[in-house]
Structures are given as C-alpha cells and as structure tokens.
C-alpha cells in the first residue's frame, strides 16, 4: 500500500514567493495533519482536518499559512508570502480517524517536504 | 497544560548495549502514550504505544511502560544494533476542546557504533 505522499521533497526559493506543498492521504483516511519540524521549536501541529474539514487550525503561525482539503485524497499548504523564518521540514500525516476515545489510533507520517526560504 | 520532556541528546551506544531514553509527561486525564521513530530523512513512524496506566508496548525489542505514579514513559532496548541508529520521539494524546492533539517530545538521536 503507498504511504502518506508528499511533494515536492525539495524546495527552495525566494523570500516573499508563494510556496504551495501538497499531500496525498492514505486512501481510506479521515484525518490528515500538517506538521513544521525545526531545531528550535521540534514538531509542532499546524492544522488538521477530519472528512475534509479543519477542525483544529490554531497551530497556524500566522495569516500568511493556509491549508485546504478539497477533497479526500489531497491537501495543499500554502505560504504567501514566504520569509526565510519558514525554513522548515513540513510533514504531512494521515489517519484512519482521530475523534475523542480514539485512543491508541496513530498517524502516519509522510517522508516530508524541505523548505528552504533564502 | 499537556507536555512531553524526553533526555537530550545525541546518544551514543555501541552495538548491543543497554538503551534507555527517559520520557515523562504532564498531562490531565488520561492520555495516550507513543514513541515514534525517525530515520534519516524520513517522516516518523510509529514504534510502540500504551494507552492505559501499567500498560506495556513494545516492538521490534524495544519496550516501554506507562507509569501513572511517575508520569514516565521510557524506551528501552536490552541489545541495540547499527540499525537502531534513529532519531526518537516520545508523544502523548490528549483531548482538548473538542480537538485531540499529539504532542512531541523534542526528540532523542541515538547513534549505535558497531
């Protein structure tokens, strides 16, 4: 079975650009999930939707991030403009449902996308 | 509020010795507890989970408990190999507002030197 899918695995450009990343879910899951990894600050939790819909954005740094699901088997998270500061790995995970008792459930981790803002 | 604090690295072990990586946790409730593994230049997997006080996890020899009266979560591994060689990230799930979240742990680098 294909994993979580992420592209591109590379990117780098220009500050004030727009960057567009985009994940593909396992088929037959609920949840997806964006994540930013950096030295400083570790992983921490951007956005996450369950059946398309963001349930939880407060992980967004800010107005220049934003996420869409427009349907179950893709997402973009889109940074406009970009500044060097979102230099970062960006993960994007999947689950088959992530709801209140769902307990032990785990998400599933897509290899990443490396951001680099010069 | 609801954190993760796992032992700073990098780790440095040769092949088949004794691995600990210490992870303890505040939380409310009762959370779910996970160790996830990274390897380099990949996304994290899981490695094991507990989700209930004095549960056990284990996988691939690593094992870990869920000590309530601690609040400790740690990993540990009586033989490690060169392949072990990882980045290790203790988490726990929580419910909050309606939204259930996973926190990481900063993570741990262990290097197995043959």
């Known amino acids: 079975d294909a994993g979580v899918i992420q592209s591109p695995r590379h990117e780098v450009t220009e500050m004030g650009q727009e960057v567009t990343l985009r994940c593909k879910p396992i088929s037959g899951h609920n949840s997806l999930f964006w994540y930013r990894q950096t030295m400083m600050r570790g992983l921490e939790l951007l956005i996450y939707?369950?059946?398309?819909?963001?349930?939880?954005d407060s992980g967004m740094p800010e107005d220049r991030f934003s996420a869409k699901m427009p349907n179950a088997s893709f997402s973009t998270l889109k940074i406009q403009p970009s500044e060097p500061r979102d230099s970062a790995v960006y993960f994007c995970a999947s689950s088959p449902t992530w709801a209140p008792n769902g307990g032990g459930e785990t998400q599933y981790f897509g290899p990443g996308t490396r951001l680099l803002v010069l | 509020g609801n954190s993760v604090t796992q032992m700073e690295g990098p780790v440095t072990l040769s092949e088949e010795a004794f691995l600990t990586i210490n992870c303890t946790y505040t939380a409310t409730g009762y959370p779910s507890l996970f160790w996830y593994v990274q390897y380099p230049g990949e996304g994290l997997q899981l490695l094991l989970k507990?989700?209930?006080?004095?549960d056990k996890g284990s996988n691939k020899g690593f094992e870990a408990t869920y000590r309530k009266e601690t609040t400790s979560f740690h990993l540990e591994k009586g033989s490690v190999q060169v392949s072990d060689s990882a980045v290790y990230f203790c988490a726990l799930r929580y419910s909050q507002g309606g939204s259930e979240k996973l926190v990481f742990g900063k993570g741990t680098k262990l290097t197995v030197n043959p």
């Open positions: 507990a989700t209930k006080a004095d």
């Open positions: 939707f369950n059946n398309n819909v963001p349930i939880d």
